[in-house]
């Protein structure tokens, strides 16, 4: 996503920068332009193999299967270059839809040779089967196999997606409903109408109960030919704007009941366990819940074990690393109060400093010099000399840290009597250090690049005076 011209030109304008317009244009444009290549495809025609033949999906029950293909037309994109799709009697392939990514898997032909499917898609009421290669011999029968394994890893998913729901409707309440889910192998998000952040107390309390679920061992109840009606009378939920035939399948484990056409494990406790990874907002009044299960989990609990004895072990505390954190924690806490007590004594000190160096110039306390303090301590300095001084004019200069700061401070008195403003002079100021800042007409601070410059805009600021 491009950011905003007029944010761009807005802040380049504050930092002394002007923006090429006319090239920012032409370079927008080229983008649009590959970017409209790249999504380019282009189709062949269909080539009918098998005429009137029924093509059906059979991967509710079958993972492997022989198949014969109908159709197949050739595609070519300007990213992927060549590649075809197939249409079979029958797949086991289950295509994308209702959130979840299509099966991948391989064709085997009688010779032993391999047609990877890349992915598997719905259109005009076929599924299509995406490969790079085509068959030699297209009119022979091929087995059909899905990737078990992925296979199995979404299923975890997207069952895990009920439960969800489920439990969200418990716990938050009943004006919960699902706007949204994308289920993939390694992990899932579900999106649902929620009117605040979840607290960590309810996020905890809707992993424990998907994962009491899990432990229940619920078995699935599929109907795949259920009466809708029927179906909603049981309390099925229907997802909001989807539009349903007079039979649909339902899908039941325990109280969860729902309308779904996607794949399912025979048992909640083949997802093993869920987890929790995000929860955010994606617009208003709707939240995303990220989650992850099965060898996911397992995964994710293997990383944070190791973790774990990796802090242990850069703790040297072996059994209780959480009492040398919070131990560790006191000391930083001590150590930041005798930090904040030794900056006092150092501002008090440098201000006693600074206050023997003022000379008067024009009826103006004066003075143009560099400390080796922050911003924050650059401002503490500076408001502490000017609490009894109603004619101090201050520019002081910094490269803490490595990166220039400069800041000025004038008296209120003199702001009104002189019409000066801080702001207009580091502005005026920051130009030495290749940058700018802004602020109020009494108080102002700029930041740059060059941190060589700050001698230069100390030596200007004597001449603004």
């Not at 595609?75 to 209702?98: C, H, I, R, S, W």
């Not at 990737?147 to 199995?152: E, M, T």
Request: hydrophobic share 40%; glycine share 10%; charged share 25%.
């Amino acid at each position: 996503m491009a950011f905003p011209y007029d944010l761009t030109a807005l802040i380049a304008s504050e930092r002394g920068f002007s923006v090429d317009e006319a090239g920012f244009s032409a370079s927008m444009e080229e983008q649009k332009s590959r970017s409209r290549a790249a999504a380019s495809s282009k189709a062949g025609d269909w080539v009918v193999l098998l005429a009137n033949e029924k093509e059906e999906f059979v991967g509710y029950d079958n993972l492997e299967t022989s198949i014969k293909i109908t159709r197949y037309r050739k595609m070519t994109t300007a990213k992927d270059g060549d590649f075809y799709q197939l249409v079979f009697n029958q797949t086991p392939f289950y295509p994308e839809g209702g959130g979840q990514v299509g099966d991948k898997g391989y064709l085997e032909a009688s010779n032993g040779n391999i047609h990877y499917i890349l992915n598997t898609k719905k259109e005009n009421n076929l599924i299509i089967h995406y490969t790079e290669t085509l068959p030699v011999k297209l009119e022979e029968g091929f087995e059909a196999v899905v990737d078990a394994k992925q296979r199995q890893r979404t299923s975890c998913n997207h069952t895990a997606t009920h439960l969800l729901h489920q439990a969200l409707r418990e716990i938050l309440g009943d004006h919960v409903e699902q706007k949204g889910s994308m289920v993939h192998s390694g992990m899932f998000r579900f999106d649902f109408s929620h009117f605040a952040k979840m607290t960590s107390g309810e996020l905890k309390e809707v992993e424990q109960f998907v994962n009491a679920r899990i432990q229940e061992q619920l078995p699935l109840q599929e109907n795949r030919m259920a009466v809708l009606a029927d179906a909603m009378a049981e309390g099925a939920m229907a997802l909001f704007g989807e539009k349903y035939g007079d039979t649909v399948r339902s899908i039941r484990f325990g109280k969860s009941i729902e309308l779904c056409g996607g794949t399912h494990t025979q048992n909640t406790a083949e997802i093993w366990h869920f987890k929790i990874t995000s929860e955010g907002a994606v617009a208003s009044g709707i939240r995303r819940i990220e989650a992850i299960t099965g060898d996911a989990a397992k995964a994710h609990f293997e990383e944070q074990t190791s973790l774990l004895e990796q802090v242990k072990a850069a703790l040297n505390q072996p059994l209780d690393a959480i009492k040398a954190i919070e131990n560790m924690q006191t000391e930083v806490a001590n150590l930041k109060k005798e930090i904040q007590g030794l900056a006092k004594l150092q501002l008090q000190a440098i201000k006693q400093q600074l206050a023997g160096e003022l000379e008067t110039v024009n009826g103006i306390q004066f003075l143009a010099t560099e400390v080796d303090l922050d911003a924050g301590l650059m401002k503490d300095l500076a408001f502490d000399l000017g609490q009894n001084n109603q004619a101090l004019f201050l520019v002081l200069g910094s490269k803490k840290g490595g990166k220039p700061i400069l800041s000025c401070y004038i008296s209120k008195e003199l702001v009104a009597k002189k019409n000066l403003n801080a702001g207009n002079v580091v502005r005026t100021l920051g130009k030495h250090i290749q940058g700018g800042g802004g602020g109020q007409a009494f108080f102002a601070t700029a930041g740059g690049k060059n941190a060589d410059g700050i001698a230069a805009a100390l030596k200007a600021a004597r001449e603004l005076i």
